[in-house]
């Protein structure tokens, strides 16, 4: 698992960057993993505006940055079968997590994060978009969150 201190110094470092430098990185990322890079693009086709958007590119920053240990480790070529299967996959945990009571949907939720592998980034990533006024439900604030626990699960292998 990533230790938080890990993903401090990821969030640091591109808190830190300058466009040119955060522009240089997705380079990398389309040079690397142009799939899921394209899968963040296509949200400005799904109406995502650019401030939330933004906010999703910052995800696939920070992941990136941790999963390849800034860029020390070459990751696996990451396809669109694979992100098309883990998106199918989470569209179905949110239907049923949203499909029970408020108290059933608290005790799966925690039942999910407990057994998630990367437990650290999943709070990173569900404090982050709290805290950036994306955890209310809208459509767009959907697409967002459905995206970027994509992300998270296919960069972990899941």
């Known amino acids: 698992m990533i230790s938080t201190h890990t993903i401090v110094q990821a ?8 466009s040119k430098q955060k522009e240089a990185l997705l380079d990398e ?3 690397h993993q142009p799939t899921m890079l394209g ?3 296509t949200l400005a086709r799904l109406g995502v505006s650019r401030q939330v958007h933004g906010h999703v590119f910052h995800m696939l920053l920070v992941f990136y940055n941790c999963f390849s240990d800034n860029g020390k480790i070459k990751l696996p070529v990451i396809t669109e079968a694979v992100i098309v299967a883990a998106r199918n996959k989470n569209m179905k945990m949110m239907e049923f997590l949203s499909g029970g009571s408020e108290d059933q949907m608290v005790h799966d939720t925690k039942l999910f994060i407990d057994g998630y592998p990367e437990r650290n980034l999943l709070a990173y ?3 982050y ?7 209310f439900p809208s459509d767009e604030n959907n697409e967002a969150a ?5 992300m998270l699960d296919v960069f972990c292998g899941l």
């Open 11 to 18: 969030v640091n470092a591109i808190n830190a960057m300058s």
């Open 29 to 31: 990322i389309h040079e």
């Open 39 to 41: 899968d963040v693009v």
């Open 125 to 127: 990533f569900t404090g």
């Open 129 to 135: 978009f709290r805290d950036n006024g994306l955890a």
């Open 146 to 150: 459905l995206t970027t626990m994509t």
